[in-house]
């Protein structure tokens, strides 16, 4: 109630404290004012000083008015208040000088002029005022007036009052700017104390940001971004000091294998020791990076001529392929480089790093494990290579694959007993790809299980089909690749089919060839064995050419051996070729597996396997594969 009273009902925000406190103080001195004259006003009229009494009265109820008064204006007008009660003031002092004959009784009012003086000019002007004044009244009163001594100590009680006031309030409000000031102080020393943690913690995560977008995590080598800013900066510097550069770009050969059979643990220590073994292989201002995964790259700045890069190429190569021991299990790595030059190859610094890539891949080609430099043709080859993919991405659309079909016979009855599908690609401009040409490219990017299920899908419908007629085609062999027998889903898919299109299990027959199965052996006879239980063949394709293990092939859930058309091609002539196709008959035999031939074109060839023991076979002595309107005029006849 008190507080209401003092702060005129208003409600403060904590950033108007001095305005809080000046309308507190503003009504407590006015309320002091009104108690004081209030009680001076009874014990003059108790001692006859009606007059005096009368005035103090009527100072008490405009000290009641002006509190009141404060109230109804906006809050922060008190101002124009303290003029009004100022100029009021000042009318009664002159009042009251004029009906006492001086200033005997008159100096309660000149509190009353102190206050607003207070407000409008401040407290040290005020307080300051207030103690001329009582020693002008005091000195008036002594001096040149008659009147008692208790009347005139009733005169300065009011004024001393606000005297005291006024000197309570400067010193607390001294303490109080003293409290902010040191608060200020301790929180600005504060403020800079966490500034200053603050910016070395960042500076630090900066710092440490900065390493992390420039080096890589594994081997603490200079990353692809670094690299590629390297790269910018020294061809800007080769354009005026005209010095050649290279780069050397570097593939590990096969990594996927150590990761698949030793895991990306042991894979990440193979990339490291590599990575440490290039290191000690090059000059030391030589640029190393690894530019992700399996791959470093290698700049090379002021060099006599290439001789000086092939003898680093081949020093690295040599460096690399020296065998790793890891946790007791010996293994070894090769790699692939592609080297380009600038300004040789070119002046754009974005190409010398891809023309280093194209060359790369044309070391894999090679058959891995050396170096190529770049060459023009390698951009016009790898700019076909990306048409291509781009057009297979909408052969499925287009409908351009087609399946063509070739029969499987047997030699001594002269008749069918299987049809294998084989996909071409019957392109709108160039014609008729083959196979060799576009599967490569669709297992590389990705599009060879669209493209198997595609396949699939169209042989069993086309096999039920045939079947629903009356005809007896045998089993179809479907080929399948290492990515379609890798795919989780795989089984489940082959389900779909079978149920979607109605084809009987019996009739299909998966061809996987050695290099798919051995990729990853236990997944792969995990998956094989799945296919088997729903009733599916099984057959091994161009046996022989891989590097399969008799230990796991008597392990395979497969039914058939089907020796690559290598092998055949040459017999009975070439007695090496005879002899490896002798040992898959026996393998095949002593396995209890069938066996088929692959590629026979002549009767010599097909008379030599019917002696050894192979009857089955396939290749252009019989039929070329066919459409599937030409297999079916051929099934008629039978």
Request: proline content about 2%.
């Amino acid at each position: 109630m008190l507080e209401n009273l003092l702060s005129s009902g208003f409600s403060f925000r904590e950033d108007e404290y001095e305005l809080k406190t000046k309308y507190i103080l503003f009504n407590s001195m006015l309320a002091i004012l009104g108690v004081t004259l209030g009680f001076m006003g009874t014990l003059r009229m108790l001692t006859h000083y009606y007059t005096q009494g009368i005035i103090d009265y009527g100072a008490t109820l405009l000290s009641i008015l002006f509190i009141l008064f404060l109230r109804k204006f906006g809050k922060g007008h008190y101002v124009p208040l303290a003029y009004a009660m100022a100029i009021s003031s000042v009318g009664v002092i002159v009042y009251s000088y004029y009906i006492s004959n001086g200033i005997l009784n008159i100096n309660a009012w000149f509190t009353a002029l102190v206050i607003p003086i207070f407000l409008i000019l401040g407290y040290r002007v005020a307080m300051y005022m207030a103690v001329s004044f009582m020693v002008v009244i005091a000195l008036f009163n002594i001096s040149l007036t008659e009147t008692d001594t208790l009347n005139t100590l009733y005169g300065y009680v009011p004024l001393f009052l606000s005297v005291l006031f006024l000197h309570i309030y400067e010193i607390r409000f001294q303490q109080f700017a003293k409290l902010l000031t040191d608060a200020n102080t301790n929180l600005e020393k504060k403020v800079k104390e966490k500034t200053l943690e603050r910016t070395e913690v960042l500076e630090k995560q900066k710092n440490a940001l900065r390493y992390q977008a420039h080096h890589d995590y594994l081997t603490g080598l200079p990353n692809r971004v670094w690299f590629q800013k390297k790269v910018k900066e020294i061809t800007a510097k080769s354009n005026i000091s005209r010095n050649s550069t290279a780069i050397l770009f570097i593939d590990l050969d096969n990594f996927k294998n150590i990761n698949d059979s030793f895991g990306h643990d042991i894979g990440d220590k193979v990339i490291n020791i590599t990575a440490s073994r290039i290191k000690g292989c090059i000059r030391g201002d030589d640029f190393l990076a690894r530019f992700g995964g399996d791959e470093f790259v290698i700049l090379i700045d002021k060099f006599e001529g290439k001789n000086d890069i092939e003898s680093a190429a081949s020093h690295i190569i040599s460096c690399i392929s020296a065998p790793i021991e890891i946790e007791r299990k010996s293994m070894f790595v090769s790699c692939s480089i592609g080297v380009s030059l600038y300004p040789d190859d070119t002046v754009s610094h974005q190409d010398f790093i891809k023309y280093a890539d194209t060359a790369m891949y044309k070391a894999k080609e090679r058959g891995r494990n050396n170096y190529q430099f770049y060459s023009t043709d390698m951009t016009e080859l790898a700019f076909e290579k990306i048409l291509m993919e781009t057009s297979m991405r909408f052969a499925l659309e287009k409908e351009e694959f087609v399946v063509h079909y070739q029969p499987q016979i047997d030699c001594i009855t002269e008749q069918i007993i299987g049809i294998e599908a084989l996909v071409r690609w019957d392109h709108e401009s160039m014609g008729l790809i083959s196979p060799q040409t576009f599967i490569p490219l669709a297992e590389e990017s990705g599009l060879i299980i669209a493209l198997d299920q595609w396949v699939m899908k169209t042989g069993m419908t086309q096999l039920k089909t045939w079947y629903d007629k009356g005809y007896n085609p045998g089993r179809l062999s479907l080929n399948l690749s290492a990515k379609q027998l890798q795919e989780k889903t795989f089984v489940s898919t082959v389900k779909s089919m079978l149920k979607e299109t109605g084809c009987e299990a019996e009739w299909i027959e998966f061809e996987v060839t050695e290099s798919n199965i051995m990729h990853n052996i236990q997944e792969a006879i995990n998956t094989l064995n799945a296919i088997r239980d729903l009733g599916i063949h099984v057959a091994i394709d161009d046996f022989g050419t891989g590097y399969s293990s008799l230990s796991y092939l008597k392990k395979l859930p497969v039914n058939k051996l089907k020796i690559d058309r290598s092998f055949i091609i040459d017999i009975p002539e070439n007695k090496e070729d005879a002899a490896i196709t002798n040992a898959i008959i026996a393998i095949a035999d002593s396995l209890n597996l069938t066996v088929i031939a692959e590629g026979v074109e002549t009767k010599r060839q097909k008379n030599y396997l019917l002696e050894n023991g192979c009857n089955y076979i396939q290749g252009y002595l019989y039929y070329r594969p066919m459409p599937a309107d030409q297999i079916e005029r051929v099934l008629q006849k039978i």
